[in-house]
């Protein structure tokens, strides 16, 4: 089968992202295409679309939170057919056969892939992905909502669900944006007595309405103090990309509190450790989540009325999409619409 569709590509390192046409082949066995509809547009991709890295092999497409319908299945796919809805996450497939996948803890696999790094992303028509990377989305979740829990919607479910916090808890998230706006939805969701950390207070509003309890103006208070002043958390989940105000958050910590970091940079912390043992403090990262994890956070979503706030943007403006990621001007997840021109 040959046509031709449109992708988004790099060509070289630093270069700009620019339309290029595809050639359509039937998927490998194994392996589904997907017609994509929407694609969410992650911090995670500027460095994708900056294409540094040494080991590069070009052309890139970026993209890791697809949303679209099965176009063509390749041999030996069981469960999914023609015109199934799904989603497609930063997690991509994986061996299948290492110890992390045989206990249901793919994301950990050495082998993992990821859309956009491993094989070309989901900024384009069509994606062609392992038959085990597909998540399913529900109805009454739409495709451009549904494009960013692949990602960002997983991650921070997970990040609170997995924490065990006690019914009625405190968590906190500190940094309200793309993944910040997800988890205050979540943890409030959760029955979560909820606490919502940001510089300024021109985001308290929305903090609200998006279930928060309380609001920390972290330009104006110490975030750790304050929260140590509300009783302390049971749960911090630190969004931001920044190690630096950590030190200072985990003193907001509850006894046997955990702080839990999914928004990183390149800088390290720095634990008390005297500290972090009299009080029983857990310090710990998280990832993102299997398929099936996904799979959770979108109906979890359906039944509690979380969504992602998005912008869209037509698939052709993705260099334009960057640059706003950049700014941080989106308010808070840019989805790219391939069927947009404008």
Not at 25 to 43: E, H, I, Y
Not at 109 to 138: E, H, Q
Not at 210 to 215: F, K, P, S, T
Not at 282 to 288: A, E, K, Q, S
């Amino acid at each position: 089968m040959s046509n031709s569709a449109g992708t988004m590509v790099v060509t070289e390192p630093h270069g700009p992202l620019h339309p290029e046409a595809a050639e359509m082949v039937a998927p490998p066995t194994g392996w589904v295409r997907v017609s994509v509809v929407a694609s969410g547009v992650c911090s995670a991709d500027i460095g994708t679309a900056e294409a540094a890295g040494k080991d590069t092999v070009f052309p890139i497409t970026p993209g890791h939170e697809v949303a679209g319908v099965v176009a063509e299945t390749g041999a030996d796919v069981e469960g999914w057919v023609a015109g199934d809805r799904v989603s497609v996450g930063w997690f991509g497939g994986s061996c299948g056969r290492c110890a992390h996948c045989r206990t249901g803890d793919v994301v950990h696999c050495a082998a993992r892939k990821i859309p956009g790094l491993s094989y070309p992303g989901g900024w384009a028509r069509y994606i062609t992905v392992p038959a085990d990377a597909l998540a399913r989305v529900p109805d009454g979740l739409g495709l451009f909502d549904a494009a960013p829990f692949g990602c960002a919607g997983v991650t921070t479910f997970n990040a609170i669900r997995k924490a065990d916090v006690r019914a009625g808890g405190r968590v906190a998230v500190f940094g309200i944006g793309g993944l910040g706006h997800l988890a205050v939805q979540f943890a409030a969701a959760l029955g979560c007595e909820t606490v919502a950390i940001a510089r300024g207070g021109d985001r308290e509003q929305l903090a609200r309405g998006l279930g928060a309890h309380h609001y920390i103006d972290s330009d104006a208070l110490a975030p750790g103090t304050a929260l140590k002043e509300l009783g302390g958390a049971d749960l911090i989940v630190c969004t931001a990309s920044s190690t630096a105000p950590v030190d200072e958050l985990l003193t907001g910590l509850a006894v046997h509190g955990r702080l839990t970091l999914v928004g990183v940079d390149a800088g390290s912390v720095t634990v008390p450790a005297a500290r972090l043992v009299m009080n029983g403090h857990t310090l710990t990262g998280h990832l993102t989540g299997s398929p099936r994890e996904t799979e959770k956070a979108m109906s979890f979503a359906v039944t509690t009325g979380v969504r992602p706030m998005i912008e869209r943007m037509p698939l052709a403006k993705a260099g334009e999409a960057i640059a706003r990621l950049r700014t941080g001007a989106p308010r808070f997840r840019i989805v790219l619409d391939t069927t947009s021109t404008e």
